[in-house]
């Protein structure tokens, strides 16, 4: 045989097994077939491994098909995440335009009542909505704002300011939310801070108010502090320290680092308890940095967190005390207040001006040092008496001081958390009013001011003396009035303002026992009951009320009509079963407010006197 | 060393004459059937000749000698180490829990500076291999000895294994052969010949010997999946679809053969444990391609022998190859003959489990299954 190609390595094994080679054939029956059994060995091996091949190509194909359509089904889903998510974007983004267009609407029609003639309670009022529409803009720029920061998207402007404006003008927004919780809002910028600095003042406004509102939000008791300190000047430059300190829950060890990451709160059950995007703060440390500064925080568990940022501005103009502080230098002026820290903050001021001030904390104090100021022959110039006070308050302190004739030439400036009315203030014998937390300038120009025109001759020397009578009118037989109960200071200013319309006195308490008691010194026309009020709420006093009309403690029936918050079903009928006439869902509307009032003062009108 | 190699049957007797070759350092090995009876005689005579030598053995399905599977035979290796000492010790087995501290035990007794290597053969029913070996790797380095052998088999119905123990068969028993001294070589490979298909995959889920899941697919589905008409000869079938396992390199692989599936709960169980996170992958065997493992097994071998000069090797394959490759099992013994240098001569017994180092160059023993493990054994200068 002729010799071709070399026969298979496997084929040629089997020859040699069976004796064979390539060139020769077997005769032996025997060795043949030995040979064909390995041939066909072989051939069943490798149609079983073809066999199987097929199998594991089946099996992978399979489990490719399954994985490709797994891949495919989460591709969609993620796909239809990221629309949703880009939808949500989008929703976003529209839905503040949305809510900017009518704020902006409102800011722009409160500026021009701005620019109307007010008189000062009025301007208050517009102020305070003014301000609070701004607030509302600031958490709709903060929710835009983490979206852009994330994104970086985020450009800092620069142009100029001052500081003090800015930090004052932020502390008494945020006061508005303090009084809902009795807590003592307070501020301190010292004279020393420069006048006008370059910054973003709408970016350090933004952190300043998240940082303020954390503060009040976590604190149940006592008092926030915002200050604003000088911690270096470097030629044309200045680092100033923002500083918000409060009384609240604290923030543990463990947790100072987190708080700042996004959505981070300390724990489920504080989102739980007092809500919150969890963002602020990440806004914060972003501005702060952004800004070249640093931000930290100090905090003890129960005492209390102090949050501070450290900023270097470029100034544009230092610091200079206004020629208007020479009018107090050397005023003698008597503080009475019984938080500390303000009394250290009106001290610092007053310091600052050059005026002495004697400094108490109580009105028992107050009336001793002015008893003693007579005998040293050192009569104070102006007094500065803080409203609420426990024991007796700036009002009884007033009062009991005008009954003194002595004292009839020192002028008093009353510490206010919200305004006061004219009234009142003339009943007290007051002169002046300064909203709380006090603004250095307004201070300041309130205390000059009230000493040019009520203070003794010493400070009048610019002007004819125009006597005022501090001294309040004797007093008016009693007339029928409104009672209102009601111990939110915010709803009460409210209420007695639109009351204002009805030419009617409006008396208010804070507490349902507090009504009980003006209802057996005066006769009232008509009653407006808080439900939820501390001591006695809204619901005992109307059944007391009705118990002694029955009784003929009280005469007559005077009509009582619920106002509150709980907009429950059921809540009227249940206002009803306890004795009261009719419901006022709050928020109170003035015109549903007045047509009620109005409605049952008629009915009143109507019925024979008793 | 000398080494005559001879077998008796009841009809012929001895094929050879017994050798005068007793001394301390003489190694008689006995490859039996399971059932000693008909061979009393010849190991009295065994006994008798060399008193002063070391005796050891057990039972199998066939024994091997040279190019021939031996049935109703005694095959017999008497090699006098002229330059090598020796030293026996075994350890019970009470039951397969106390393979490792088995292992431990017989480790203690044999390690020794001058230790080269460990023939083990052990009760072929009551032992976990693994442990087994891990006991002995607790003691002895493996860098320094070699350890081979194998589980001692029956004809396949699982009723009684045993090992020589004094001159009688004992179950629950281990034996461990220490070899000694500086000239002693041994040299051992281990190839299975089966070939891998599908892709490699993971073990994720197992509880000891029992594969629960693949790649988190229920086993036992995906190994019928891959078997497709073959599944319906399970489990008979496992013997020539045996699963590759390793740990962290494919090429250390160990082959591990189902022993029994599971359909109630979809799992395949093995003699050995199949550890989570391992790798595998499936494999199947064909009659060339198992003789071509055997045959690899001796190439790869060869090379670590002094050329041409003829070897001995102990030869310990698989029963599952057996069943494999049926009547033409032969072919793989001479496969391996015939690879080894010219004159060589081999032979072992077919076991239920081998022990052997998994590569050349690592050393680290293993059990293996449906392996041919090739072993030889010399003297240098």
């Known amino acids: ?610 | 060393m000398q080494v005559v190699l001879t077998y008796f049957t009841q009809a012929t007797g001895w094929q050879k004459p017994l050798p005068a070759f007793d001394s301390p350092g003489t190694l008689v090995l006995i490859f039996s059937e399971p059932d000693i009876k008909p061979y009393q005689q010849a190991l009295d005579e065994l006994q008798a000749k060399y008193p002063r030598s070391v005796i050891a053995g057990c039972s199998t399905l066939s024994s091997i000698y040279n190019d021939t599977i031996m049935e109703n035979a005694l095959v017999v290796g008497i090699i006098r180490f002229h330059k090598t000492r020796l030293a026996i010790a075994f350890a019970e087995l009470n039951s397969p829990q106390e393979s490792k501290q088995a292992g431990i035990s017989i480790a203690s007794s044999l390690n020794n500076d001058d230790l080269k290597g460990i023939l083990v053969l052990t009760d072929g029913l009551n032992t976990q291999g693994c442990d087994l070996i891990s006991g002995m790797a607790s003691l002895i380095n493996q860098q320094q000895v070699t350890v081979v052998g194998g589980l001692s088999s029956d004809h396949l119905q699982f009723r009684t294994t045993w090992v020589l123990c004094d001159g009688l068969p004992a179950s629950h028993m281990v034996c461990g052969i220490g070899f000694y001294g500086e000239h002693f070589v041994i040299a051992s490979q281990a190839k299975d010949g089966f070939k891998p298909f599908g892709p490699e995959r993971m073990i994720t889920r197992a509880t000891g010997r029992i594969l629960h899941e693949i790649d988190g697919r229920p086993a036992l589905q995906l190994y019928k999946e891959y078997l497709g008409e073959h599944a319906n000869d399970l489990p008979a079938a496992c013997l020539r679809f045996p699963l590759a396992v390793w740990q962290h390199d494919r090429r250390h692989y160990v082959v591990r053969t189902p022993v029994a599936v599971d359909e109630e709960n979809n799992s395949l169980t093995f003699v050995a444990d199949v550890p989570d996170g391992y790798q595998i992958q499936l494999m199947y065997g064909s009659f060339d391609n198992l003789v071509e493992g055997a045959e690899n097994a001796a190439r790869s071998l060869i090379h670590r022998l002094p050329p041409s000069t003829p070897a001995l090797a102990l030869t310990i394959s698989c029963s599952g190859r057996k069943m494999v490759m049926q009547e033409d099992t032969y072919q793989e013994l001479e496969a391996t003959l015939e690879n080894l240098p010219q004159g060589s001569q081999q032979f072992g017994f077919y076991s239920y489990g081998e022990i052997a180092p998994t590569a050349q160059g690592t050393g680290w023993c293993s059990l293996h299954n449906e392996t041919m493990t090739l072993t030889v054994l010399y003297e240098g200068d």
């Open chain 1, 1 to 610: 045989m002729k010799e071709t190609k070399p026969l298979h390595r496997r084929l040629q094994k089997q020859l040699k097994r069976n004796g064979f080679k390539a060139d020769t054939l077997p005769n032996d029956m025997e060795k043949w077939q030995e040979f064909l059994h390995l041939i066909d060995l072989s051939y069943t091996g490798t149609s079983d491994a073809q066999y199987l091949l097929e199998r594991s190509l089946e099996v992978s194909s399979q489990e490719m098909r399954k994985l490709y359509d797994d891949l495919k089904t989460e591709t969609e889903q993620r796909i239809d995440a990221l629309h949703r998510s880009e939808q949500k974007t989008r929703f976003m983004a529209n839905m503040s335009h949305e809510l900017r267009t009518p704020i902006h609407g409102i800011l722009g029609s409160l500026e021009i009542v701005k620019g109307t003639t007010l008189d000062d309670r009025q301007k208050l009022f517009v102020d305070t909505a003014y301000a609070s529409c701004e607030v509302m803009l600031d958490i709709i720029n903060n929710i835009l704002d983490f979206s852009k920061l994330k994104a970086g998207g985020i450009e800092l402007e620069i142009i100029e300011f001052s500081p003090r404006e800015l930090v004052e003008s932020i502390s008494g927004i945020m006061s508005t939310m303090a009084q809902e919780k009795n807590l003592e809002v307070q501020c301190y910028i010292p004279e020393e801070i420069p006048a006008r600095i370059k910054g973003d003042p709408a970016r350090l406004r933004q952190m300043l108010m998240n940082l303020i509102g954390n503060a009040i939000k976590f604190t149940e008791r006592g008092e926030v502090y915002t200050g604003l300190e000088l911690k270096e000047i470097r030629d044309d430059s200045a680092v100033l320290r923002f500083e918000v300190r409060d009384t609240g829950i604290g923030i543990p060890p463990a947790m100072q680092k987190s708080v700042f990451e996004s959505f981070v709160q300390v724990d489920a059950s504080i989102n739980r308890r007092y809500g919150g995007t969890g963002l602020g703060l990440t806004i914060v440390k972003e501005f702060a940095e952004m800004m070249g500064g640093k931000i930290g925080l100090n905090s003890t568990t129960g005492q209390g967190s102090t949050f501070w940022f450290e900023i270097e501005f470029p100034v544009v103009e230092s610091s200079h005390l206004s020629s208007q502080t020479k009018h107090l230098e050397g005023c003698r002026v008597l503080v009475v207040d019984d938080n500390e820290t303000n009394r250290r903050i009106l001290e610092s001021y007053l310091h600052a001006w050059k005026a002495e001030a004697i400094i108490v904390s109580n009105g028992h104090d107050a009336l001793h040092k002015m008893e003693e100021s007579l005998l040293i022959n050192k009569p104070f110039d102006i007094l500065l008496l803080d409203w609420f006070m426990p024991q007796m308050d700036g009002i009884a302190l007033a009062k009991t001081i005008r009954t003194d004739s002595r004292h009839d030439q020192t002028p008093i400036v009353m510490l206010t958390s919200y305004g006061i009315s004219q009234e009142k203030q003339k009943q007290a014998g007051v002169q002046a009013a300064v909203t709380k937390p006090v603004r250095s300038i307004t201070l300041r120009d309130v205390l000059t001011d009230t000493m040019r025109r009520h203070g003794s001759p010493r400070h009048n020397q610019t002007h004819t003396p125009v006597h005022h009578t501090p001294t309040p009118k004797p007093v008016k037989p009693l007339l029928p009035a409104l009672l209102l109960a009601e111990d939110n200071p915010v709803n009460a200013l409210i209420a007695i303002t639109m009351l204002e319309k009805i030419k009617i006195q409006v008396d208010h308490v804070t507490t349902g026992k507090l009504a009980l008691k003006a209802m057996r010194t005066r006769p009232y026309k008509l009653v407006l009951m808080d439900i939820n009020m501390p001591e006695m709420d809204g619901y005992t006093a109307t059944r007391y009320i009705r118990k002694w009309e029955r009784e003929n403690i009280l005469k007559g029936r005077t009509p009582v009509i619920a106002m509150t918050a709980n907009a429950l079903k059921g809540d009227k009928e249940k206002c009803m079963s306890v004795g009261m006439d009719d419901y006022l869902p709050k928020p109170v509307k003035q015109d549903e407010l007045l047509k009620l009032v109005r409605h049952w003062l008629e009915q009143q009108e109507a019925l024979p006197a008793l």
